[in-house]
């Protein structure tokens, strides 16, 4: 079946700071999807990108669906960053998404 | 974004009795939607399908007769945990997409403990 990887699986950064968290999949995408799961529960979307860079404020994220990876960038973090970020994926032809095990980041002040 | 609510947030029952989750899109028709499982520090785990006015597709190793789903209109779709066990304490989040292959939006999901 589809597997969908993340890395890394924890990161703790300093406010200001800028990180890259990666996601690989295992097969043709469908739908890709970044999620920032916050401390109550709620997956907030970030980002729906099968392919290609979109931008929001000080996140990004990049799909190469032909090498099968996408990267979401967060510059200058702030502690309300904190939390797991989720990437999801569906191949291509199926809507269910699969997740990766996620990215817990940690800001500190 | 479009905004999907569930109901109830939190729910605490005996064991044996039935608990009923409410999953509803507010502001589009939601062709689709999903019910999903995360239990603690784990990802999320895609339980049943449902597309509106159909039967709802279980994944694999997930009991239809214990969790049953009724998608009932394009704004609602209901995940009744029958005869509920200890084992079934988690949180149970749904989406919905207005199908084919577009986005996912999560409701704020819904924490059941079960005694």
């Known amino acids: ?109 | 974004g479009a905004v999907v609510s569930q109901h109830p947030s939190w729910v605490i029952c005996k064991s044996g009795t039935s608990v009923k989750i409410e999953c509803r899109s507010l502001d589009f028709q939601a062709t689709t939607m999903f019910w999903y499982r995360q239990f603690p520090k784990q990802s999320l785990m895609l339980m049943a399908t449902s597309n509106e006015g159909s039967k709802a597709t279980y994944e694999q190793g997930v009991e239809k007769d214990k969790f049953l789903i009724n998608h009932a209109s394009l704004t609602l779709s209901t995940l009744t945990v029958t005869s509920a066990h200890p084992e079934d304490s988690s949180f149970y989040i749904c989406s919905a997409s207005s199908g084919g292959g577009n986005e996912q939006f999560f409701g704020p999901g819904t924490r059941l403990t079960v005694l």
């Open chain 1, 1 to 109: 079946g589809i597997q969908v990887e993340q890395s890394p699986p924890d990161l703790i950064l300093q406010e200001g700071a800028n990180s890259t968290l990666r996601c690989n999949f295992s097969d043709s995408v469908n739908n890709l999807q970044w999620f920032h799961q916050n401390p109550w529960g709620q997956l907030i979307n970030l980002f729906y990108i099968p392919s290609g860079t979109k931008q929001n404020g000080r996140l990004s994220a990049t799909t190469v669906a032909t090498e099968r990876y996408s990267l979401l960038y967060i510059s200058s973090s702030q502690t309300t960053d904190s939390g797991v970020y989720f990437c999801a994926h569906a191949q291509g032809g199926s809507e269910k998404l699969v997740f990766g095990k996620g990215t817990k980041l940690t800001v500190n002040p």
